[in-house]
């Protein structure tokens, strides 16, 4: 696990209809440290997506740069591990052979691999589903698998890309507190775009308001952990927060 | 009488579940009754239409002489070798024009006026390159499978999500490695439906091409039994045709795609 570093980091692109030059972010600076948990947060169309994409090296930026424990960003790479929205699980690999995949790119032999699977796959209880094609699971346990997949790479930094949005609200609730007991056994450094205020609330130590392809500011959070729903439901400390972020991204 | 059909009904969907080829055989049933009704009947010449005891007749009769298996055989061997450099050339084609803009800006427009001639078009063409041989009946048949093999398996690369490439390349695969575990699989749905158009395509154009060309196969069978005015023999192909494309597609490639689309849900059951 290692730190990143974003400097004034911005996107232009070129937009056919209009004719003109878009710019989806504007100079966004933000440094994450060595194990940190950072939400970026925003409405639709704030960049945020954009900015993982460009973290992640599926898309060029047009300004600005983007350090890895100091290296440059330059297209994607196994140094950082993304989680999708739309899970993106291989279909035509059964869960185990999805979450061993990583390691298999790495050329390490079967044997290994599949144990490194199974120990990542146990860290989500998902042993029972191992043999199973991703068809066959619930969105939920995609997601799992999705998050899961991604760690036992080892990454120096993982992406999740609003990876809870197209699950059950309950489900949702679930996989957060999942998130952040794995996280706390793994200390991953980690980067999660979301528009969900409380999700952004409950999971960060530190949120970022995004609005516009602009950061509006930077709020720590110090609530303690573990964390749970049923705990910070009625936490006053928790609404207080919540309350602030979900201002900041409304009144811009 | 209501109760009675209901007991027929039942019964039959039993034996269905017990032997699920019976149910496969059962539709025909009918079909060779009224055939065998309509020659029994006379309605017909019998040099016209022969009934089903003569074509089986006849059947029994080339096997015996060892006509029909080599025929069989070469007509076999032909869609075989024409089906196979079709899949050789048209996937790694098709897999081109799918991943590359370029490729599909410069292949696009040829592919689909080459398309539009038929196979049986290159004949005339292909008899004077090639004369009448097997090198004209393979390029007819690969000329057949290609183009369904190419076209669906654009549409299956390009059907994939990008996220799949994204999640491939960020867990370290690398351009080969994400063509082999994301591409081709991906694609492979498609790639089985353009493979089943191209074979019923190519099999047609084989019995086409043996009925011009040939000098043994099935449709070298047919035609020739037409000159010496043998309706049975001529039944007897159309329905060995029939079996074989039956076979061929209920034992080779809906197996496949129970084993892969279906089984990974990228295809409804």
Redesign the interface.
Same mark, same amino acid.
């Given at each position: 696990m290692k730190d990143l570093t974003i400097r004034n980091l911005s996107k232009t692109y070129f937009d056919p209809y209009a004719g003109t030059n878009v710019t989806a972010v504007h100079d966004v600076s933000l440094k994450v440290e060595q194990g940190e948990f950072v939400c970026i947060v925003g409405p639709s169309g704030c960049g945020k997506t954009t900015i993982l994409n460009m973290i992640a090296g599926f898309i060029p930026h047009t300004g600005g740069e983007i350090l890895v424990g100091g290296r440059p960003v330059k297209g994607p790479g196994p140094d950082r591990g993304v989680v999708f929205q739309s899970f993106a699980l291989f279909p035509w690999r059964t869960v185990l052979e999805n979450v061993a995949f990583g390691p298999k790119m790495r050329g390490v032999r079967k044997v290994e691999r599949e144990k490194i699977a199974h120990e990542f796959l146990a860290l989500a209880k998902l042993t029972e589903a191992a043999g199973r094609y991703p068809n066959e699971l619930s969105g939920g346990m995609q997601q799992r698998v999705g998050v899961v997949r991604a760690l036992a790479n080892e990454p120096d930094v993982l992406l999740m890309d609003e990876p809870f949005a197209s699950v059950d609200a309950q489900t949702r609730m679930t996989l957060q507190e999942e998130l952040t007991r794995i996280w706390q056994e793994k200390r991953p450094t980690v980067i999660f775009i979301t528009h969900d205020v409380a999700e952004a609330v409950f999971l960060a130590n530190r949120v970022v308001a995004l609005s516009k392809g602009r950061v509006l500011e930077e709020i720590d959070v110090d609530l303690p952990r573990p964390r749970s729903w049923d705990a910070l439901n009625d936490d006053a400390r928790f609404k207080e927060l919540s309350g602030r972020v979900l201002q900041l991204v409304r009144s811009a | 009488m209501k109760q009675f059909l209901l007991n027929i009904w039942s019964h039959c969907v039993r034996l269905n579940a017990r032997w699920p080829s019976i149910g496969s055989i059962a539709p025909f049933i009918p079909v060779i009754a009224a055939w065998w009704i309509v020659t029994e009947l006379q309605i017909f010449p019998r040099a016209f239409l022969p009934g089903p005891a003569e074509v089986v007749r006849s059947f029994g009769s080339l096997v015996y002489m060892g006509i029909l298996p080599a025929y069989l055989q070469d007509s076999l061997v032909r869609l075989a070798v024409g089906t196979f450099w079709g899949i050789a050339l048209g996937i790694p084609l098709g897999i081109l024009v799918g991943l590359s803009q370029r490729a599909r800006t410069a292949l696009w427009p040829l592919l689909l006026f080459f398309q539009a001639i038929g196979d049986i078009a290159w004949l005339p063409i292909l008899v004077i390159w090639f004369g009448y041989g097997l090198t004209t009946i393979t390029v007819v048949i690969v000329y057949t499978v290609i183009f369904p093999v190419v076209l669906n398996t654009v549409l299956g690369v390009r059907s994939i999500?990008i996220? $799949?490439h994204?999640?491939?390349?960020?867990?370290?695969?690398?351009r080969i490695?994400i063509l082999w575990?994301?591409v081709l699989?991906?694609a $492979?749905p498609n790639i089985l439906t353009g493979l089943r158009n191209g074979l019923g395509y190519g099999w047609r154009a084989l019995i086409a091409t043996e009925i011009i060309v040939g000098t043994s196969g099935i449709g070298f069978l047919m035609f020739d039994a037409r000159r010496s005015g043998s309706v049975v023999e001529i039944l007897l192909g159309m329905i060995i045709l029939g079996i074989l494309w039956y076979i061929v597609d209920s034992w080779i490639l809906a197996p496949i795609e129970r084993a892969?689309g279906q089984?990974?849900? $990228?295809v409804t059951r």
């Open positions: - | 999500p996220t $799949l994204r999640a491939a390349q960020s867990l370290g695969a690398s490695r575990e994301v699989p991906g $492979l892969t089984r990974w849900g $990228l």
